[in-house]
């Protein structure tokens, strides 16, 4: 099982990977958490990238390529994968072509995850995270457990989410229909209950 979960920031790409992943026995590959890991270990590519993640800017290609390519040759992702924020630009698709055919890797689809800019706002701005699990919650939506640690992302903040939700239909909402001219697109409702929305991404892949 090889899939993409694309998506505006908040749709809800990081909540369905989790539960995929955990659903399907592959690893989630997200390029955020990979990202966010390094800033917090402050790594010399953690430093290189801290400032675009602060912005909500995109990181350079280059350096999520070679991210990707590396990741992917890992022993866990050899049985599957799904890729969560990745990729997002029309040049990391096409790459990640290239990629696939080095390693002799088959996508088996791109889950498209559709939310209003409105519901997008709301969701990113109550989002909250397990310190120690990574575990995605929402204030309102899908409260934490008492007592679990959590923190709240510093992208998370409404100015910077709105300039992320530029970014992404400038950069990425491209790839819709780049995946759509592939063949292998599948577009599901992401509003509603979160086991709901689970429902229809796995409908959506089986
Ligand atoms: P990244 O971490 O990938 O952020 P993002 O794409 O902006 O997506 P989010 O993590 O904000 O949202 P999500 O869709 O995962 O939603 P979630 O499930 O958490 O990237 C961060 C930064 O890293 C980028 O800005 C960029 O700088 C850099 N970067 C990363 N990848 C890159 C790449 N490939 N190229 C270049 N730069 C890159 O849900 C959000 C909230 O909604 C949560 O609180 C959740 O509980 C709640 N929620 C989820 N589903 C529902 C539901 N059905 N109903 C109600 N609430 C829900």
Redesign the pocket.
């Known amino acids: 099982m090889r899939f993409i979960?694309l998506?505006?920031?908040?749709?809800?790409?990081?909540?369905?990977?989790?539960i995929l992943a955990k659903t399907l026995g592959v690893p989630q590959l997200?390029?955020?958490?990979?990202?966010?890991a390094h800033v917090a270990l402050k790594s010399e590519l953690g430093l290189q990238?801290n400032r675009?993640?602060?912005?909500?800017?995109?990181?350079?290609?280059e350096?999520?390529l070679q991210m990707?390519e590396n990741r992917l040759q890992e022993a866990d992702a050899q049985i599957g994968f799904v890729f969560?924020?990745?990729?997002?630009?029309l040049i990391?698709a096409k790459e990640l072509e290239f990629i696939c055919q080095k390693l002799n890797i088959k996508l088996d689809g791109v889950i498209f995850?559709k939310?209003s800019d409105d519901?997008?706002v709301?969701?990113?701005c109550?989002?909250?995270?397990d310190v120690t699990t990574g575990q995605?919650?929402?204030?309102?939506?899908?409260p934490p457990p008492p007592g679990v640690e959590i923190k709240i992302?510093d992208?998370?903040q409404e100015e910077?989410?709105r300039h992320?939700l530029n970014?992404?239909k400038e950069?990425?909402a491209p790839l819709v229909q780049f995946y759509e001219s592939k063949g292998i697109l599948k577009i599901v409702d992401?509003?509603?209950?979160?086991g709901?929305?689970t429902q229809r991404v796995l409908e959506s892949v089986n």
């Open positions: 979960l998506g505006p920031p908040g749709a809800g790409k990081g909540t369905q990977a989790q997200s390029t955020g958490d990979m990202l966010r990238v675009y993640l602060q912005s909500g800017g995109l990181v350079p290609d350096i999520i990707i969560d924020g990745f990729p997002r630009t990391q995850i939310v519901e997008i709301e969701r990113v109550g989002r909250c995270v995605i919650y929402h204030v309102k939506y899908n992302r992208d998370d910077i989410v992320r970014v992404y950069n990425t992401g509003t509603g209950l979160i709901s929305v």
